[in-house]
């Protein structure tokens, strides 16, 4: 299993930004396909975006303009910057990684959009 932690949450009003970051503790993360997860109160766990190993990129369509992943191999970190946030964005964010059968998830960051 690969150790996550992310950082970066915070409480910000409409229209602000954030930046989330996930280093991972392993040799590497070049082998593995990253992702930030997203949960809302009373709401399932849900793909924001993610970056595979190839650095080909997906995002959920709610986020597509607003949101872009990104990683450093060097750093074993993925980031994911959120500009124009709404308060639907509130949510604990989850980085996740994955390779073949190894999956593993971080403790989470909480954003919290309000004014």
């Known amino acids: 299993q690969v150790q996550l932690v992310e950082s970066g949450g915070d409480l910000v009003q409409p229209g602000g930004s954030l930046r989330l970051s996930c280093v991972a503790s392993?040799?590497?993360?070049?082998?593995?396909?990253m992702a930030w997860y997203r949960q809302a109160p009373g709401k399932q766990r849900e793909l924001v975006a993610r970056?595979?190993?190839?650095?080909?990129?997906y995002y959920a369509d709610v986020v597509k303009g607003r949101f872009t992943i990104s990683r450093d191999n060097a750093k074993n970190t993925v980031y994911l910057q959120m500009n124009a946030l709404q308060p639907e964005d509130t949510a604990i964010y989850y980085c996740?990684?994955?390779?073949?059968?190894?999956?593993?998830w971080g403790q989470g960051t909480q954003v919290t959009v309000s004014s």
């Open positions: 392993v040799r590497s993360i070049a082998i593995y396909d």
């Open positions: 970056i595979d190993r190839g650095s080909r990129i």
């Open positions: 996740n990684a994955r390779f073949m059968d190894n999956n593993s």
